[in-house]
């Protein structure tokens, strides 16, 4: 098994490849938003009312997200790198106070009233399964071509800079739950990376894929394997969604659980291997039987857990990612798991 690292910046990339990182298996695009001369660009992005507004927006955002990616490419030198599209709900982005509010509504000629019912409105109560991941490029394919543009067009510039290397990206779509929005998206990712790649004269190939983490993907992995050339189980979303409660509220009842001997340890940080790792393993077995040749990973706190790495070995995943301080002890344990297995 090769032990990838999750690097959002070219300096975790880097930071990653230090403590021996064979690739990246999850970069999280959003966290590149977060920048304070890159944050105004999302935020007009979001409240724009046009798709010719929308598309102004990510004209700004596409230069900061190509860099990133050249930096990336660049601290991997030619090892793996999967990417995913933009993957939490908008909200997250916009203001709150009344001084960044008032900032925005000027910049983007509104009333402030206008911009504050925008923002409401974008409010969700169960924001984890409300509008975010591959619904975004559903309800706005400009974002997912956006990205797809910043992607294919770094590795291009970083493998005509570098021809002894052998880039090929791997573009993950995340929050899928059902074959056709996956294929809805895939088209308009494919239709932007072909038309980059055809312009640019490198035969650059690129891989798309998604990440497993509803319940319903794994259910129909043979389905969506069809369309996509690897799969990533994202394990924290998969655990929350399969147990139906919040990471984040948890915790306020979890050492009850622990006391009363109903829950032996936290299931957020060690992969609950009886319900959550079936669902792994049914959909890497769907998957295989559509695609055998597809690429299986997995990403999440669990890619750092040492008995969480022996289940995904015995599953026959190809990597874990976990983030860069955890791959020591993460190659270690894929080692001593492959030499028990052995």
């Given at each position: ?31 590149m938003f977060f920048e304070p001369d890159r944050i105004a660009a999302i935020r007009e992005m979001i409240v724009s ?112 800079a570098h021809p002894e290397w052998d880039i090929v990206p791997e573009i993950m779509i995340p929050l899928v739950g ?165």
């Open positions: 098994m090769k032990v990838r690292t999750n690097a959002d910046t070219p300096e975790d990339a880097r930071q990653a490849r230090e403590f021996g990182a064979e690739g990246i298996g999850l970069c999280r695009t959003e966290h009312k046009t798709v010719e507004q929308r598309e102004a927006a990510l004209a700004k955002l596409l230069p900061m997200q190509r860099g990133d990616f050249e930096g990336i490419y660049e601290a991997m030198e030619g090892l793996p790198v999967t990417i995913r599209l933009l993957d939490p709900p908008l909200h997250e982005f916009l203001p709150h106070d009344g001084y960044d509010i008032a900032n925005l509504a000027a910049e983007m000629h509104m009333e402030v009233t206008e911009l504050k019912g925008i923002i409401s409105g974008l409010h969700e109560f169960n924001p984890m399964m409300g509008h975010r991941g591959c619904r975004l490029d559903v309800t706005y394919p400009e974002i997912g071509a956006m990205q797809t543009r910043a992607i294919i067009e770094a590795a291009v510039n970083v493998q005509k059902e074959v056709k929005e996956l294929a809805y998206v895939k088209s308009i990712v494919t239709e932007t990376a072909d038309a980059i790649i055809a312009e640019s004269g490198v035969d650059l190939k690129y891989l798309v894929g998604t990440m497993i983490e509803i319940p319903r993907a794994a259910l129909t992995a043979d389905e969506i394997a069809k369309e996509a050339e690897f799969f990533s189980f994202g394990t924290n979303d998969l655990t929350q969604m399969t147990f139906g409660f919040s990471r984040d509220d948890a915790g306020k009842f979890l050492d009850a659980y622990y006391d009363k001997k109903i829950y032996e340890n936290d299931p957020f940080a060690r992969l609950d291997v009886v319900g959550v790792g079936q669902l792994v393993k049914m959909a890497a077995d769907l998957g295989r039987s559509t695609r055998p040749d597809i690429k299986l990973g997995i990403c999440g706190e669990h890619g750092g857990d040492p008995s969480s790495i022996e289940f995904c070995q015995q599953v026959g995943l190809n990597y874990v990612s976990c983030s860069p301080f955890r791959v020591p002890i993460a190659r270690l344990a894929a080692a001593q798991s492959a030499l028990r297995n052995r």
